[in-house]
């Protein structure tokens, strides 16, 4: 096996890293971590939530009408959503969520998403995850492009909860993986003391795979020596329900015990809900409740860290307005983004809403898009990071805001 394969399978470090980290000297050049800075937090639901009954239109007559077993019933009914605005309601399984939008912490922007009109899964998770949405040419993710434009030279400013890097924080820029489960301090085969030592001697010298390698290592040992902290704390015997929950946690306890850590990502798989997708209960249900429940963790993990904290839950597209004949939805366009922090103006749903009856449909058939989700990623890069227009050009190339989402209080 190839020296370069065997850091890669061994999970040390991404792909980006090894090939054009080389000169970068974080090791000399580390600066000062701020003890409060400001954290944004990524998650991305693959394969294609409906939003649709998440944040239920349930003043929408054809809403109750092309979907007779699937949608979510109104307000007061049994089973019914939680009344958000008078025009909206939360899907029930996400109360553990409410105190939050009662707080003013919680936000929705409704029809909201990517402008390109692809249905494949593939090509609208990377056009989402690059930030440039039909430009299969991007080499690097929009998270990988901020990274770069706030880095402080330290390899665990960003971490991804899984073994592979993500799209969205692929590029120049080195990150730090912290593995998922319920051992995410399962020892890899670079941890074992005598493959350690061989390659430590063997990656010491000066050439740029030797410096990748290195910094790869302090990044591992940096996590894994929180995570050691962490988990001398003495949780009663109790596991956090769900894995996203556990997931979560561990990740907020990071972010409260390193102030290095300003990125994070996590992404949750089973929203492709072609069959059975189920109403109050059922297949989707089960999965926002889950959902629902590790983000309260989430939240409530970070401590006053959260004032300082924006979370952002997004997804590739939404599904059909109407359900078909398997008792799901198909791949559709718009969807609903999910925003949340110490600091975001919640309480309501942003976003001009289109409407779901026939003519106001998008090709006929799916909810429209009113807000390109870069509107929401530029209003909070400039609202929460406090970044100029020119740094988020170097995030978001090429895209001037088409209307002012104001999220920040």
Excluded at 178 to 207: C, E, H, T
Aim: proline share 6%.
């Amino acid at each position: 096996m190839k020296r370069r394969d065997f850091l890669l399978q061994g999970g040390l470090f991404s792909t980006s890293l090894i090939t054009t980290i080389g000169s970068n000297a974080w090791v000399a050049q580390s600066a000062t971590p701020n003890n409060n800075p400001k954290r944004l937090i990524i998650i991305f639901l693959r394969g294609a939530v409906d939003g649709l009954n998440i944040v239920v239109p349930y003043l929408e007559t054809a809403y109750y009408q092309v979907r007779p077993q699937i949608a979510i019933p109104q307000p007061g009914k049994e089973g019914g959503v939680i009344d958000l605005d008078g025009r909206f309601g939360l899907h029930p399984v996400l109360s553990p969520l409410m105190p939050f939008w009662q707080q003013g912490n919680l936000a929705f922007v409704h029809a909201c998403g990517s402008p390109n009109p692809t249905r494949s899964h593939f090509d609208a998770q990377k056009y989402m995850e690059s930030g440039t949405p039909g430009n299969k040419g991007t080499k690097d993710g929009w998270m990988n492009r901020l990274l770069a434009v706030i880095s402080k030279k330290t390899p665990v400013q960003a971490v991804t909860v899984g073994q592979n890097t993500p799209w969205i924080l692929y590029g120049q820029m080195p990150i730090a993986n912290l593995l998922a489960g319920g051992n995410p301090k399962k020892r890899l085969l670079i941890d074992r003391p005598q493959v350690a030592k061989a390659f430590d001697q063997l990656y010491s010298g000066k050439d740029n795979l030797s410096q990748t390698y290195r910094q790869g290592r302090m990044a591992r040992e940096a996590i894994m020596k929180d995570l050691d902290n962490e988990m001398k704390m003495a949780n009663n015997g109790a596991p956090l329900p769900g894995g996203f929950a556990r997931d979560a946690n561990n990740l907020a306890q990071l972010m409260v015990k390193d102030p290095r850590i300003e990125l994070g990502f996590m992404a949750l798989g089973g929203w492709d809900t072609h069959t059975d997708q189920g109403s109050s209960q059922g297949k989707l249900a089960q999965n926002l409740g889950k959902l629902g429940t590790g983000l309260a963790a989430l939240a409530q993990g970070l401590g006053t860290v959260y004032q300082n904290t924006t979370i952002v839950v997004m997804s590739e597209f939404g599904r059909t307005v109407q359900q078909n004949n398997d008792g799901g939805t198909d791949h559709g366009h718009g969807n609903v983004f999910w925003v949340l922090g110490g600091k975001i103006r919640g309480g309501k749903v942003y976003g001009e809403w289109p409407g779901l009856s026939p003519s106001q449909l998008y090709q006929k058939r799916d909810l429209a898009i009113t807000t390109d989700f870069r509107d929401v990623i530029s209003a909070l890069l400039q609202g929460h990071l406090n970044l100029n227009p020119s740094q988020i050009n170097q995030i978001l190339p090429n895209y001037t805001p088409t209307q002012k989402v104001a999220l920040l209080s």
